[in-house]
């Protein structure tokens, strides 16, 4: 009995001193110097919204951020006139989509968990953080030639009719990469413009135009597989977009001759209905001397405002910033080992990286093969209005295929490549990847880690997915063929572990100010077109 009561009491003290409070700290500054060792090899300082005046060469204009911000909530500027910018970038979801997949014209005017009407292609991303963007949108299709957002010394790359022309290299109009890319939602049909006066006239969306860089100018070789509503060679999968025709707001105007893009005539009719409301001309006037001598607002002023706001929108003071500053109490218990995880052996900051052009922003910014389950809406009035490929690669009114970077290069080696999506304020997002496919950041994180064994399990339904998304889900076998060497081995995570890094993604990398109680607060009390904004539901 003496030496089991003597084997008991040692057990009992070393559990003791294991579980006692020197033990918690000895871990605990264990832990805070593998995870500055990692933040430091990695060369993240948490410093980058400091950079913002510097890079940007001055401090930020009020009078521009104040006008931007009424462009952006005021959906008469839209040729449908019926959803504007935060239509999809909600300040409800950090200025991100409140959907797994954008609805944009013909809505309930609601913007929230209850928007209903057709919906678009992708998940809209969010705004905030995105001056410090190289490229944007989900395919890359806008970026920097020089790596660098406030860098137009190389110019910047769009798809055509754009392309480099129309934003030329170290033109002062367009200082900033948003500055461009504020000229192309206006020009997006399924986003604003609508489908009004268009029947059966062969037209292409701008999110299926070519890069410059990647095609011959032979007009009829660079359109032949993408025209929408061809007028002939009409087949039973051509998208038809007259069901989509219903009188409200304004009709889309043909295209100029020989040009089947629509962007220019679009935009065009923008800005002569943004001229004729004085109260914008007053307040553009105030900013721009040739408005206010009489001359029309342009539509670079337009671009200029709006990423203005966007750029206002910069919130990257997460408690991962303040730890690296110096504050070690910053991240709970939960989030520093998932921080560990993240930069270390999770491997996570190989793609979702911070060094060098990725401005702490957690991701590369390149394209990659992430295997995402392809779930799409049905094409039709009232479900979807953006037609997906079908297994030939053409745009059908019955495909389930969303080719990614494909659409501009039409280069194999590209099919289902996406942009790596940036991390931070990613906890306030209530869907996950470029289409929403998973509604868990958890369910997110375990198909990242072993992305090849559960493609083949996946369950829409049981992902949290909408019952509209739930009938159209495409082939994943093609997708996983061509899966990033990054994700070809599983990642062994505990259940545990995935819970750290789902802790350090949602808690970590929020910044506070992005919360919908402090951005709801951006939503003005009227437009300067008078028209009504639409109806923000608190998440």
């Known amino acids: 009995m003496n030496s089991r009561y003597r084997f008991f009491k040692a057990i009992a003290l070393i559990t003791f001193a294991a579980n006692s409070p020197a033990s918690f700290a000895q871990s605990e500054n264990s832990e805070i110097e593998e995870l500055t060792k990692l933040l430091t090899k990695e060369g993240f300082t948490g410093k980058i919204e400091s950079t913002l005046p510097a890079k940007l060469g001055r401090s930020i204009n009020q009078e521009k951020i104040d006008l931007g911000k009424s462009i952006f909530f005021d959906k008469h500027l839209g040729l449908h006139q019926d959803n504007s910018c935060a239509g999809c970038h909600s300040p409800t979801a950090a200025y991100g989509d409140t959907q797994p997949i954008a609805i944009g014209v013909q809505s309930n005017d609601i913007v929230g968990s209850k928007r209903t009407g057709p919906r678009n292609q992708r998940r809209t991303p969010s705004i905030i953080n995105t001056a410090f963007y190289p490229a944007l949108m989900w395919n890359g299709r806008f970026s920097s030639n020089s790596e660098d957002p406030f860098d137009n010394r190389k110019g910047f790359t769009f798809p055509l009719p754009e392309g480099g022309n129309l934003f030329p290299a170290s033109d002062k109009r367009y200082t900033h990469l948003l500055a461009v890319q504020g000229h192309i939602p206006f020009t997006e049909q399924p986003e604003m413009a609508g489908f009004n006066s268009l029947g059966n006239t062969p037209f292409v969306m701008p999110r299926f135009m070519p890069l410059s860089s990647t095609i011959k100018l032979d007009t009829a070789k660079l359109y032949s597989k993408r025209f929408l509503s061809p007028s002939e060679n009409q087949t039973h ?74 750029i206002a929108q910069t919130f990257a003071n997460a408690p991962i910033d303040k730890f690296a500053q110096g504050d070690t109490k910053a991240l709970n218990d939960a989030s520093r080992r998932g921080a560990i995880l993240f930069f270390g052996d999770a491997k996570c900051v190989e793609c979702h990286a911070v060094s060098g052009k990725s401005n702490e922003m957690f991701s590369d910014f390149k394209m990659h093969v992430a295997g995402i389950p392809q779930i799409s809406p049905k094409f039709g009035k009232g479900t979807g209005n953006v037609p997906f490929r079908n297994a030939n690669k053409e745009l059908s009114n019955k ?39 998973f509604s868990r950041l958890t369910d997110a994180i375990k198909y990242h880690s072993n992305t090849v064994a559960m493609s083949k399990t996946y369950n829409a339904a049981q992902a949290g997915v909408p019952k509209d998304l739930q009938g159209n889900i495409g082939p994943i076998d093609p997708v996983i063929q ?14 545990s572990q995935i819970s750290d890094i789902a802790d350090f993604l949602s808690v970590g990398l929020l910044d506070e100010r992005a919360k919908p109680q402090n951005l709801m607060k951006d939503i003005p009390a009227s437009v300067p077109s008078g028209a009504p904004l639409q109806q923000f539901q608190y998440p």
């Open 482 to 495: 061509r899966l990033a060497p990054q994700l070809k081995q599983p990642y062994k995570l505990s259940e």
């Open 237 to 310: 999968e051509t998208p038809d977009f007259s069901q989509f025709e219903d009188q409200i707001g304004k009709p889309v105007p043909h295209g100029f001759p020989s040009v089947v893009s629509l962007n220019a005539p679009i935009r065009h009719a923008v800005l002569t209905e943004i001229n004729s409301i004085s109260d914008y001309r007053e307040k553009f006037g105030k900013i721009y001397p040739s408005v206010k001598d009489g001359n029309g607002i342009e539509f670079w002023m337009i671009g200029e405002v709006l990423a203005e706001f966007q």
């Open 399 to 437: 495909g389930n295929q969303d080719l990614g970077l494909w659409d501009f290069t039409e280069k194999e080696e590209d099919m289902y490549k996406f942009r790596t999506s940036p991390l931070r304020n990613i906890g306030l997002q209530p869907a996950f990847f470029h289409n929403g496919a």
